[in-house]
């Protein structure tokens, strides 16, 4: 058995290699990846793997280190800063996602647990895949990127509950009052006991063991609290994974999160791998090319009511059609939770092995391949539909904390996003005493701003109507901040349309959008990317002694040429890394003025270094403070050191002067 487990693992982890490459090529993530390795490994697809038992006991232990690492990554902190996104939109989109499929369920014979339980398995979406793909596409601080993060740290917190509460669906014919006190009984002790441990019992055990700088022991105990705490709370009838999740918020708030963290990682991505391939191991094939057009019908189908129920939610929180579609598009799939919990509904019950298991499964492992295709084609939808005949609130959005007066500005800049660059910008212009007006997406940002005075509305500035607002006739220069790839383009376009005469500066994070925006009518655009290469590149060259001109001329060039490739430095430019290289025969050397010393108490220029013995004193070193490029009037004192240039026979005859030698 030993020899067929490694046998196993080989198998998974070369075909692994193989087919992620492959999606790697076609830019699909490597979750999907994991997913179809184990369809094609499994016993329903090739038949490589025959121990299914004990990868899919490994793929448990992936899930408790991927709720253990949640659970030491979750912040109080950083969640209050989007609260409203999260509790709110997070809510709201599990409720509706839950009571739309509960219903759904019980019209196709459902009975009322196995519909709650169903509701809880396409409430969820997918974490892993939905991040991964919004910070390849630089698109996470977008209003979308947001509001869609926001609601998916919901449903990472929502999942503990519904594992709680699954035993007690599969009871509830019987003392359903009796199983919510235990659970409520169960669940005050294990947080009492979490509290008393994170606050007192864990920072105690963690100091001494980090006081022995031993990274083993480090670990070791590390991952023995997290399988502790799972243990305990499965031995009470809870899930190994909440104790997971219990385990890492013990250790979030304490000095050792980062160091835990860092040393868990690496473990949970290989257990991880085990857990997406287990679950494509699980589909059957067979089932799935025998009932295709029936699953494609319900992919389809889940994947637009997700849509729509997450999009209603976006736009409950106040932000207009662009986003409703695009956050939309990002939440469709299923997510890798709901695997998490169908199995806790196989455990008690509520789910059988049979032709509604395996209809979930084929479903839920489709909408997850087709997410990327489905978030890459969103922006077109978005095309698309603002060109309906939609009512223009749903298009711009509705807010009361949105209703400004007209604004009848003239020669003014107008500043689209508020975020980090936004607010320099708004800041060098009211530096400067430029009239500027803001446009932003985040309705919290656009309220709190405004209650401080600065001249901000909300708008999606892909829209006439919000121009029209910002009066852009009358506009001199549009700077465009917005992290948004897609939204950028579209916002150029129409700027330049609405007003040709206006300068407009637009800020992107990669260097093929540079070109595209250029033709849209943008006069001036800068690459994140490559300005950061820009300055990276201009401090090197300053280290290695090259001229300041030099440099300057270099960037210009480089700027001027809209970022093409970097042009070559003049073949006469200095470079020099090192002294040394450039001047051989010159050295710096220090000297410490003896109490003896015939310097003591003598000015710089009385001592004629130069003149006498040809040195020159580059700095003087007094009491800890250097003084560099000292005037001739300094007057030297015993203990000073100083730090002179000049050859090497120079210095040999000069070293009488400081020690009386």
């Known amino acids: 058995m030993e020899l067929a487990l490694l046998k196993n693992i080989f198998i998974i982890f070369g075909l692994s290699i193989v087919v992620l490459f492959v999606c790697l090529r076609i830019k699909i993530p490597t979750i999907v990846g994991f997913l179809i390795t184990g369809i094609v490994a499994g016993p329903h697809g090739l038949g490589f793997i025959s121990a299914v038992a004990e990868v899919e006991t490994m793929s448990e232990i992936g899930i408790v280190l991927l709720l253990f690492t949640i659970g030491i990554e979750f912040s109080l902190k950083d969640l209050l800063r989007i609260k409203k996104l999260v509790f709110l939109g997070g809510s709201v989109q599990i409720a509706l996602t839950v009571l739309s499929f509960f219903f759904i369920a019980r019209q196709v014979g459902q009975t009322v647990p196995q519909s709650v339980l169903m509701g809880c398995l396409m409430a969820l979406s997918s974490t892993a895949i939905v991040l991964k793909l919004l910070q390849e596409r630089a698109e996470i601080e977008s209003p979308h990127g947001r509001t869609s993060l926001g609601i998916l740290i919901f449903q990472d917190i929502a999942i503990v509950p519904m594992i709680l509460i699954t035993p007690v669906l599969a009871g509830a014919g019987g003392n359903l009052a009796g199983s919510l006190m235990l659970l409520i009984v169960k669940v005050a002790g294990i947080l009492i006991l979490v509290y008393a441990s994170s606050k007192w019992l864990?920072?105690?055990?963690?100091?001494?063991?980090?006081?022995?700088?031993?990274?083993?022991?480090?670990?070791?105990?590390?991952?023995?609290?997290?399988?502790?705490?799972?243990?305990?709370?499965?031995?009470?009838?809870?899930?190994?994974?909440?104790?997971?999740?219990?385990?890492?918020?013990?250790?979030?708030?304490?000095?050792?999160?980062?160091?835990?963290?860092?040393?868990?990682?690496?473990?949970?991505?290989?257990?991880?791998?085990?857990?997406?391939?287990?679950?494509?191991?699980?589909?059957?094939?067979?089932?799935?090319?025998?009932?295709?057009?029936?699953?494609?019908?319900?992919?389809?189908?889940?994947?637009?009511?997700?849509?729509?129920?997450?999009?209603?939610?976006?736009?409950?929180?106040?932000?207009?059609l662009r986003t409703m579609i695009l956050v939309g598009c990002a939440l469709s799939q299923v997510g890798e939770f709901s695997f998490v919990l169908s199995k806790a509904g196989l455990h008690y019950g509520l789910l059988t092995p049979g032709k509604t298991y395996q209809l979930f499964l084929a479903v839920s492992v489709l909408t997850m391949m087709v997410t990327p295709f489905v978030i890459l084609a969103a922006p077109h939808l978005v095309a698309a539909a603002v060109r309906l005949p939609l009512p223009q609130k749903l298009k711009s959005g509705v807010h009361p904390a949105f209703t400004v007066t007209d604004l009848t500005r003239t020669d003014h800049l107008i500043i689209?996003?508020?975020?980090?660059?936004?607010?320099?910008?708004?800041?060098?212009?009211?530096?400067?005493?430029?009239?500027?007006?803001?446009?932003?997406m985040n309705p919290e940002t656009v309220r709190h701003e405004k209650a401080l005075g600065e001249p901000i509305f909300y708008g999606d500035a892909t829209h006439e109507a919000v121009f029209h607002h910002a009066a852009i006739h009358n506009a001199r220069i549009i700077v465009i901040t917005i992290a948004d790839a897609a939204a950028t383009r579209n916002i150029t376009s129409l700027a330049r349309a609405m007003n040709p005469k206006i300068h407009i500066i637009a800020r992107t994070r990669f260097l093929q959008e540079v070109e595209p925006l250029y033709e849209l009518g943008a006069d001036e655009v800068i690459p994140e990317e490559f300005e950061t290469s820009v300055e990276i590149f201009t401090?090197?060259?300053?280290?290695?002694?090259?001229?300041?001109?030099?440099?300057?001329?270099?960037?210009?060039?480089?700027?001027?040429?809209?970022?093409?490739?970097?042009?070559?430095?003049?073949?006469?430019?200095?470079?020099?890394?090192?002294?040394?290289?450039?001047?051989?025969?010159?050295?710096?050397?220090?000297?410490?003025?003896?109490?003896?010393?015939?310097?003591?108490?003598?000015?710089?220029?009385?001592?004629?270094?130069?003149?006498?013995?040809?040195?020159?004193?580059?700095?003087?070193?007094?009491?800890?403070?250097?003084?560099?490029?000292?005037?001739?009037?300094?007057?030297?004192?015993p203990n000073d050191i100083l730090f002179l240039l000049g050859r090497p026979e120079q210095f040999a005859t000069i070293t009488k002067l400081f020690y009386n030698v």
């Open 202 to 320: 864990v920072p105690q055990i963690l100091y001494h063991i980090a006081r022995t700088r031993n990274r083993e022991i480090f670990l070791l105990s590390i991952i023995i609290l997290c399988l502790a705490v799972a243990w305990l709370t499965h031995s009470l009838g809870l899930s190994l994974a909440l104790g997971a999740f219990l385990a890492g918020l013990i250790i979030s708030e304490s000095e050792y999160s980062h160091q835990a963290l860092g040393n868990i990682l690496p473990f949970r991505d290989l257990f991880i791998s085990f857990f997406f391939v287990s679950i494509g191991m699980l589909l059957n094939l067979d089932f799935v090319l025998r009932n295709m057009g029936i699953i494609i019908l319900i992919t389809a189908g889940v994947v637009v009511l997700k849509a729509i129920i997450a999009g209603a939610t976006a736009s409950l929180l106040g932000y207009p």
């Open 416 to 440: 689209i996003g508020f975020g980090l660059n936004g607010r320099n910008v708004a800041r060098a212009a009211k530096t400067a005493g430029v009239p500027y007006i803001i446009i932003e």
């Open 539 to 637: 401090r090197v060259m300053a280290k290695y002694l090259i001229p300041r001109d030099e440099i300057e001329r270099f960037v210009r060039d480089v700027r001027s040429d809209g970022y093409h490739m970097f042009r070559s430095i003049s073949a006469d430019a200095v470079s020099c890394s090192n002294l040394r290289h450039c001047l051989p025969d010159i050295e710096i050397a220090s000297f410490r003025i003896d109490e003896t010393s015939p310097l003591a108490g003598k000015t710089l220029g009385e001592t004629e270094m130069r003149k006498k013995y040809g040195v020159t004193v580059l700095a003087v070193r007094r009491n800890g403070t250097t003084i560099s490029n000292p005037d001739i009037t300094i007057q030297f004192a």
